[in-house]
């Protein structure tokens, strides 16, 4: 281990699994202790300078409107509020019922996803004939921007034209033409079937590649043991898939409560307000009703719900990661 | 995970990869060098528009720099629904252009937020003005100012399938909505079509819900800009209430609720409207055979109303060339939309698009007549403009707001969830409540 | 007997969820061979009674089309094509250089104030678009990057770099700190260590960040239609212009996206296997 401090003299690492250096000479420990303090800042510098630089100031800026009257229809008035906007919002009957929305929307949406990805992972997972054909389609819908995605279902979705119905129709599950999205009953699941569609092949690959990752000698143990299919699914791939599963639980999460090309594009937040989630409430406050002081407060809002999601999943990952 | 071992071809992999990441760097900064620099003396005017039919507008403003060398405008133009953010980005950033364009219910938001100036006491402007179809004319003013040249100006219309009519045995223009439910009855019952009226009115189709309030000679709102529904005009309830029916009678398609002007464009291109509220220029592309399944069957009737008595008004909408309040070219610019917005680029634009123009005296020209025949009967078109007023309350600030919740209550008294009394009174206690804040 | 009805129903998943996933793109490409007025047929054509290329010439020839609407647009489509990859391989590019930077920097080294800003990186990927993009635009304009593709290809980095920072630091965690130390002992400096034995090994990840990161700008929307103008934009805002409020063209909105989508896919399947490695040890380390 002598020759570790070699190495981390140079660049100022230190390994931390690694036993600490054993120091040759003061002043040289002394650089070394500096440049090894400074080491991890400045590998992360860029990445701060990157994201930080250019969204610190509309951040602040933001914020700073959230806690004001601010309405470009009157562009003299900027008075402060406090956090008046903040109980404007969250006591107002729209956010309420846009929250309720939201909850569906983006339940429904991560729960879809990881069903069928899982599902597509576990077959994929199996030799079959075709799995490597199978695989390359399924990144397919990856590859379709969310803008196209949404403008695609709305011609699939049509209800004079769309190819839904046509297929429903010839098929005979329908008697006739359906209206999709005009329908209470079925617009949020017909928007989150076009925002799954796009989500899926990141959920197949984040599990394929944990399934990938099982010890064999797992599935031979219980395959000594007799157990049943069902049994080795749910004794070893289910627990090995905890993790992944609460990650994507929190990427898909993250990204629909900020999705809005579906809505802007399929609902515009109708029939009614049965599809207006919170990020649409942000944005017509914000660009309809022009009053950005509110609309803002809604953005952070929404930050808000995203983070105690995260931290709630979070909390699950790290509670499993001690019972393994 | 054993494809660690080879570290070989691993290396030579990264390097490929990184040499795609470098040749695309090199690439950059030839493909970021923006048009600046102009020759001196020359004044540069940036207009700013949303995107239709760009050839036309940078044709005219060629056009322009061609008969005056010492001015130089150049447009750029933004996809239309997104067109409100980018001005708002433009001014906010402090960035704005010179001339920008505008719709009819932009103006007051635009000249609230200081974005656009007054063009009273320009040079020459009343005489620009004066022969203006009335509807374009006021769409142009806002709080006792005028702030635009016209860009053009059209109507709501009420169309139908003339194929499916001669099948259904009908001959006679629908007076009232109650023969329009009849109408579409019979169309229905002849096995043309299960749901023969379509009216668009998805959150962004509130011109159609005025249409129709204007076929009544009904209102929604004074000149004080202050709800006089449901009761003291009853026309909207009336309406409302009719819609309703039509709906629990099979006539209405359903699929109505979630359409806007373009999607019940398609509707009507696909074959599947018999009767239809759109606006009038739809009517070239309904016409057209490489776009229609059904060219040459859409004709106009004039807006149906309440009773026999009339009087078939509809609203008329139109959009604007304004001059920014930030420019520092003020004269030029004005000089600019001038040239823009007037009678020539206007029947340009309508032989090229088919939107009407704004001056009455093009409506009697024989070049629009003649084309106009292509697509639709005239005399209908030009009866139904005279008939076109702008509708009240669309100088409100919390105009653009409350037509979002108006049509949300419309779809719910047509879902059935609320009664039209209890939809509208909502909406009305709505406008008075954002018009107290 | 039950294995065979097992296996059949294994076999009707996995064509439903096939099915599902392609039957949206394989009509796409149909309607790429249509014009507008059979497209709205009812019950559609399956197959295109009278299939044409018209769609595609019209990006080959712009004004062939004869398109009042959609003609600016295929006009604009190669350009923004190249538009969207070059700020697309950029962003990819920066991702693996800052998002290994500091990825290493939280596999490897302790130092103070680094959960803090992990969770800074996250609750940065939090703030929606929508809440930020006037006053991003202003800074935008300040820097005078508005118009520019660089414009995008920051705003994208700083949108994608937390998602990636934190999968290749998981990635590197599972990677044994003997490795460079064994090469340590022969020698190497750290930042040979680094480049001839770490980042190679380190290879799935660094390929999977780089290709989610392509992904996601060659997807984004919002930014690009706001801070880069129409005949210089990207290609989802060039392919959104076929559909407007004013007008949509079937054809042509269905071959442009037919256009957008096979890019992004052919770098997906070509770096397929490597994706799922990368993704592994971050999905199962967390």
């Given at each position: 281990m002598i020759t570790e401090s070699a190495g981390g003299r140079e660049a100022g690492v230190v390994d931390r699994t690694a036993d600490a250096p054993v120091p040759r000479s003061r002043g040289r420990t002394r650089r070394a202790r500096t440049g090894r303090r400074a080491f991890p800042y400045l590998l992360n510098a860029p990445a701060v300078v990157v994201i930080f630089s250019l969204i610190a100031y509309p951040v602040g800026l933001s914020i700073w409107y959230s806690l004001h009257k601010y309405s470009l229809r009157r562009p003299g008035v900027f008075d402060f509020l406090g956090l008046k906007n903040y109980v404007t919002a969250v006591t107002s009957a729209d956010f309420r019922s846009a929250l309720w929305v939201t909850f569906e929307f983006s339940a429904g949406s991560v729960l879809v996803a990881l069903l069928i990805g899982l599902a597509l992972a576990l077959i994929l997972n199996r030799r079959i004939p075709g799995r490597r054909l199978v695989r390359a389609l399924v990144l397919v819908p990856w590859a379709v921007p969310p803008i196209i995605n949404a403008t695609m279902w709305r011609l699939i979705y049509d209800a004079h034209t769309g190819a839904l119905n046509g297929l429903l129709y010839q098929l005979g599950l329908i008697h006739r033409y359906q209206d999709w999205l005009t329908d209470p009953r079925f617009v949020v699941v017909m928007v989150i079937l076009a925002f799954v569609w796009n989500r899926v092949p990141l959920v197949v690959i984040v599990l394929l590649a944990s399934l990938q990752a099982v010890p064999a000698d797992l599935y031979e143990a219980a395959r000594v043991d007799r157990a049943s299919k069902w049994c080795q699914f749910r004794r070893i791939t289910l627990p090995w898939l905890t993790r992944p599963i609460l990650i994507v639980l929190i990427l898909e999460t993250m990204t629909s409560l900020r999705s809005l090309e579906l809505f802007y594009v399929l609902t515009s937040g109708g029939p009614g307000n049965s599809t207006t989630v919170v990020a649409w409430l942000s944005y017509q406050t914000s660009f309809v009703n022009l009053d950005f002081g509110l609309g803002s407060a809604y953005s952070y809002l929404i930050v808000l719900i995203t983070a105690i999601v995260t931290v709630v999943y979070l909390r699950l990952i790290f509670a499993r990661g001690e019972v393994h | 995970m054993s494809a660690f071992g080879d570290v070989g071809t691993t290396r030579r992999n990264l390097l490929k990869s990184s040499a795609l990441v470098i040749g695309s760097a090199a690439l950059l900064p030839a493909l970021q060098s923006c048009g600046s620099g102009s020759g001196s003396g020359t004044v540069k005017l940036a207009g700013q528009g949303w995107v239709y039919d760009p050839t036309f507008h940078n044709g005219l403003a060629k056009q322009y720099a061609q008969k005056n060398p010492g001015v130089d405008p150049e447009f750029t133009f933004e996809q239309g629904e997104k067109y409100l953010e980018k001005i708002i980005a433009l001014y906010t950033a402090g960035n704005a252009p010179d001339v920008v364009f505008a719709h009819d219910n932009d103006i007051a938001n635009f000249a609230d937020s200081g974005y656009i100036q007054p063009i009273n006491g320009m040079d020459g402007w009343e005489d620009s003005l004066k022969d203006l179809i009335a509807f374009d004319r006021t769409g142009l003013d806002y709080k006792g100012k005028t702030w635009g040249m016209p860009y053009y100006g059209d109507v709501m219309a009420f169309i139908y399938n003339k194929d499916m009519v001669k099948k259904a045995g009908i001959s006679e223009a629908p007076q009232t909505w109650a023969d329009v439910t009849e109408q579409a009855l019979a169309i229905k019952k002849a096995g043309v079509l299960d749901t023969p009226f379509v009216f668009p009115m998805d959150n962004t189709s509130s011109r159609h819900w005025f249409a129709a309030i204007h076929g009544s000679g009904g209102n929604m709102f004074d000149e004080q800009n202050k709800p006089v529904f449901?009761?003291?005009?009853?026309t909207a309830l009336q309406f409302l209430t009719w819609l309703v029916s039509a709906a629990k009678a099979g006539?209405?398609?359903?699929a109505s609720l979630g359409l806007g002007t373009t999607t019940g464009m398609q509707t009507f291109q696909a074959g599947k409207a018999a009767f239809m509220t759109d606006a009038h220029y739809d009517m070239k592309a309904n016409n057209d055979p490489t776009k229609s399944k059904?060219?040459?069957?859409c004709g106009q009737y004039l807006m149906p109303s309440?009773?026999?008595?009339?009087?078939?008004k509809t609203i008329g909408f139109s959009a604007a060339y304004c001059v920014s309040a930030k420019t520092k070219h003020t004269k030029e610019s004005w000089d600019f939309i001038r040239y823009l917005g007037n009678s020539d680029a206007n029947r340009q634009l309508f032989l090229r698009d088919g939107q009407a123009p704004a001056y009455t005296a093009l409506q009697n020209d024989p070049q629009v007549l003649a084309e106009l025949q292509k697509w639709c009967d005239p005399e209908i078109a030009n009866k139904q403009t005279q008939l076109a007023y702008r509708q009240n309350g669309m100088d409100a600030p919390w105009f653009a707001q409350w037509q979002v919740f108006n049509q949300q209550q419309v779809q719910q008294a047509v879902l059935g969830k609320m009664s039209p009394r209890q939809a509208l009174q909502a909406s009305a206690d709505k406008a008075t409540e954002l018009s107290k804040q | 007997m039950a294995l065979r009805l097992q296996r059949w129903a294994l076999y009707f998943c996995l064509a439903a969820a096939t099915f599902y996933l392609l039957a949206p793109v394989v009509w796409m490409l149909l309607l790429s061979f249509m014009t507008q007025a059979e497209a709205l047929s009812t019950p559609p054509h399956w197959i295109p009674l009278h299939p044409t290329l018209s769609n595609y010439a019209a990006f080959v020839?712009?004004?062939?089309?004869?398109?009042?609407?959609g003609g600016a647009e295929a006009a604009a489509l190669p350009q923004s094509m190249l538009n969207s990859v070059i700020v697309a391989l950029w962003v990819a590019g920066l991702n693996v250089v800052l998002g290994t930077m500091a990825g290493y920097s939280f596999a490897r080294l302790d130092f103070r104030g680094r959960n803090l800003l992990m969770v800074s990186y996250l609750v940065a990927r939090m703030i929606p678009a929508v809440g930020i993009m006037i006053p991003l635009f202003v800074v935008l304009n300040k820097l005078g990057l508005l118009n520019h593709l660089a414009s995008l290809v920051l705003t994208e980095t700083s949108e994608t770099l937390p998602f990636s920072i934190w999968l290749l630091a998981a990635y590197f965690r599972?990677?044994?700190p003997d490795l460079e130390h064994a090469a340590r002992v022969d020698r190497c400096s750290w930042s040979r260590a680094m480049l001839k034995v770490f980042l190679p090994i380190a290879r799935p990840a660094l390929a999977a960040v780089a290709v989610f990161a392509f992904m996601e700008s060659w997807g984004a929307f919002l930014y690009p239609l706001l801070f880069t103008p129409g005949d210089n934009t990207t290609l989802p805002v060039t392919v959104a212009g076929f559909a407007t409020n004013v007008q949509i063209d079937y054809g042509l909105l269905a071959t442009a996206g037919v256009l957008a989508v096979i890019p992004p896919f052919i770098l997906a399947f070509l770096f397929q296997r490597w994706i799922v490695q990368g993704m592994a040890s971050g999905a199962v380390t967390g």
């Amino acid at each position: 281990m002598i020759t570790e401090s070699a190495g981390g003299r140079e660049a100022g690492v230190v390994d931390r699994t690694a036993d600490a250096p054993v120091p040759r000479s003061r002043g040289r420990t002394r650089r070394a202790r500096t440049g090894r303090r400074a080491f991890p800042y400045l590998l992360n510098a860029p990445a701060v300078v990157v994201i930080f630089s250019l969204i610190a100031y509309p951040v602040g800026l933001s914020i700073w409107y959230s806690l004001h009257k601010y309405s470009l229809r009157r562009p003299g008035v900027f008075d402060f509020l406090g956090l008046k906007n903040y109980v404007t919002a969250v006591t107002s009957a729209d956010f309420r019922s846009a929250l309720w929305v939201t909850f569906e929307f983006s339940a429904g949406s991560v729960l879809v996803a990881l069903l069928i990805g899982l599902a597509l992972a576990l077959i994929l997972n199996r030799r079959i004939p075709g799995r490597r054909l199978v695989r390359a389609l399924v990144l397919v819908p990856w590859a379709v921007p969310p803008i196209i995605n949404a403008t695609m279902w709305r011609l699939i979705y049509d209800a004079h034209t769309g190819a839904l119905n046509g297929l429903l129709y010839q098929l005979g599950l329908i008697h006739r033409y359906q209206d999709w999205l005009t329908d209470p009953r079925f617009v949020v699941v017909m928007v989150i079937l076009a925002f799954v569609w796009n989500r899926v092949p990141l959920v197949v690959i984040v599990l394929l590649a944990s399934l990938q990752a099982v010890p064999a000698d797992l599935y031979e143990a219980a395959r000594v043991d007799r157990a049943s299919k069902w049994c080795q699914f749910r004794r070893i791939t289910l627990p090995w898939l905890t993790r992944p599963i609460l990650i994507v639980l929190i990427l898909e999460t993250m990204t629909s409560l900020r999705s809005l090309e579906l809505f802007y594009v399929l609902t515009s937040g109708g029939p009614g307000n049965s599809t207006t989630v919170v990020a649409w409430l942000s944005y017509q406050t914000s660009f309809v009703n022009l009053d950005f002081g509110l609309g803002s407060a809604y953005s952070y809002l929404i930050v808000l719900i995203t983070a105690i999601v995260t931290v709630v999943y979070l909390r699950l990952i790290f509670a499993r990661g001690e019972v393994h | 995970m054993s494809a660690f071992g080879d570290v070989g071809t691993t290396r030579r992999n990264l390097l490929k990869s990184s040499a795609l990441v470098i040749g695309s760097a090199a690439l950059l900064p030839a493909l970021q060098s923006c048009g600046s620099g102009s020759g001196s003396g020359t004044v540069k005017l940036a207009g700013q528009g949303w995107v239709y039919d760009p050839t036309f507008h940078n044709g005219l403003a060629k056009q322009y720099a061609q008969k005056n060398p010492g001015v130089d405008p150049e447009f750029t133009f933004e996809q239309g629904e997104k067109y409100l953010e980018k001005i708002i980005a433009l001014y906010t950033a402090g960035n704005a252009p010179d001339v920008v364009f505008a719709h009819d219910n932009d103006i007051a938001n635009f000249a609230d937020s200081g974005y656009i100036q007054p063009i009273n006491g320009m040079d020459g402007w009343e005489d620009s003005l004066k022969d203006l179809i009335a509807f374009d004319r006021t769409g142009l003013d806002y709080k006792g100012k005028t702030w635009g040249m016209p860009y053009y100006g059209d109507v709501m219309a009420f169309i139908y399938n003339k194929d499916m009519v001669k099948k259904a045995g009908i001959s006679e223009a629908p007076q009232t909505w109650a023969d329009v439910t009849e109408q579409a009855l019979a169309i229905k019952k002849a096995g043309v079509l299960d749901t023969p009226f379509v009216f668009p009115m998805d959150n962004t189709s509130s011109r159609h819900w005025f249409a129709a309030i204007h076929g009544s000679g009904g209102n929604m709102f004074d000149e004080q800009n202050k709800p006089v529904f449901p009761d003291q005009d009853t026309t909207a309830l009336q309406f409302l209430t009719w819609l309703v029916s039509a709906a629990k009678a099979g006539v209405l398609d359903p699929a109505s609720l979630g359409l806007g002007t373009t999607t019940g464009m398609q509707t009507f291109q696909a074959g599947k409207a018999a009767f239809m509220t759109d606006a009038h220029y739809d009517m070239k592309a309904n016409n057209d055979p490489t776009k229609s399944k059904v060219p040459g069957a859409c004709g106009q009737y004039l807006m149906p109303s309440l009773t026999d008595s009339g009087p078939h008004k509809t609203i008329g909408f139109s959009a604007a060339y304004c001059v920014s309040a930030k420019t520092k070219h003020t004269k030029e610019s004005w000089d600019f939309i001038r040239y823009l917005g007037n009678s020539d680029a206007n029947r340009q634009l309508f032989l090229r698009d088919g939107q009407a123009p704004a001056y009455t005296a093009l409506q009697n020209d024989p070049q629009v007549l003649a084309e106009l025949q292509k697509w639709c009967d005239p005399e209908i078109a030009n009866k139904q403009t005279q008939l076109a007023y702008r509708q009240n309350g669309m100088d409100a600030p919390w105009f653009a707001q409350w037509q979002v919740f108006n049509q949300q209550q419309v779809q719910q008294a047509v879902l059935g969830k609320m009664s039209p009394r209890q939809a509208l009174q909502a909406s009305a206690d709505k406008a008075t409540e954002l018009s107290k804040q | 007997m039950a294995l065979r009805l097992q296996r059949w129903a294994l076999y009707f998943c996995l064509a439903a969820a096939t099915f599902y996933l392609l039957a949206p793109v394989v009509w796409m490409l149909l309607l790429s061979f249509m014009t507008q007025a059979e497209a709205l047929s009812t019950p559609p054509h399956w197959i295109p009674l009278h299939p044409t290329l018209s769609n595609y010439a019209a990006f080959v020839h712009p004004d062939s089309s004869g398109a009042q609407f959609g003609g600016a647009e295929a006009a604009a489509l190669p350009q923004s094509m190249l538009n969207s990859v070059i700020v697309a391989l950029w962003v990819a590019g920066l991702n693996v250089v800052l998002g290994t930077m500091a990825g290493y920097s939280f596999a490897r080294l302790d130092f103070r104030g680094r959960n803090l800003l992990m969770v800074s990186y996250l609750v940065a990927r939090m703030i929606p678009a929508v809440g930020i993009m006037i006053p991003l635009f202003v800074v935008l304009n300040k820097l005078g990057l508005l118009n520019h593709l660089a414009s995008l290809v920051l705003t994208e980095t700083s949108e994608t770099l937390p998602f990636s920072i934190w999968l290749l630091a998981a990635y590197f965690r599972t990677i044994p700190p003997d490795l460079e130390h064994a090469a340590r002992v022969d020698r190497c400096s750290w930042s040979r260590a680094m480049l001839k034995v770490f980042l190679p090994i380190a290879r799935p990840a660094l390929a999977a960040v780089a290709v989610f990161a392509f992904m996601e700008s060659w997807g984004a929307f919002l930014y690009p239609l706001l801070f880069t103008p129409g005949d210089n934009t990207t290609l989802p805002v060039t392919v959104a212009g076929f559909a407007t409020n004013v007008q949509i063209d079937y054809g042509l909105l269905a071959t442009a996206g037919v256009l957008a989508v096979i890019p992004p896919f052919i770098l997906a399947f070509l770096f397929q296997r490597w994706i799922v490695q990368g993704m592994a040890s971050g999905a199962v380390t967390g």
